[in-house]
Nanobody, 127 residues
């Protein structure tokens, strides 16, 4: 089994930055593809960003392209989502997801392709 724990959410103003973390633990080599999804109240969970744990195959939703980046802290088995120039429409619960597969595009943007999920972290952006 794999456990994913997100952290770093909070309340910020429009234009501010936040960095979310997703710490992975459990069965080794079970998180070859990792992703971030988000879900706003009354909306479906939507794709935000994805990357291979090795660092390749980066994709971002059009709505966050140019503002969000992904990086990793390999020593801590942690994936980071740096969110800059936040907008009120970025407000949502952000979820980390992982799978042991190396998912190609566009499969890596589909939530049903991920086996493991974190509990989510709330991001609130005031205007």
């Amino acid at each position: 089994q794999v456990q994913l724990v997100e952290s770093g959410g909070g309340l910020v103003q429009a234009g501010d930055s936040l960095r979310l973390s997703c710490a992975a633990s459990g069965r080794p080599f079970s998180w070859h593809t990792m992703a971030w999804f988000r879900q706003a109240p009354g909306k479906e969970r939507e794709f935000v960003a994805t990357s291979y744990w090795s660092g390749g195959n980066l994709y971002f939703a059009d709505s966050v392209k140019g503002r969000f980046t992904i990086s990793r802290d390999n020593a801590k088995n942690t994936m980071l989502l740096q969110m800059n120039s936040l907008k009120p429409e970025d407000a949502a619960v952000y979820f980390c997801a992982a799978t042991g597969e190396l998912l190609p595009y566009p499969a890596n943007t589909l939530r049903n392709r991920y086996d493991y999920w974190g509990q989510g972290t709330q991001v609130t952006v005031s205007s």
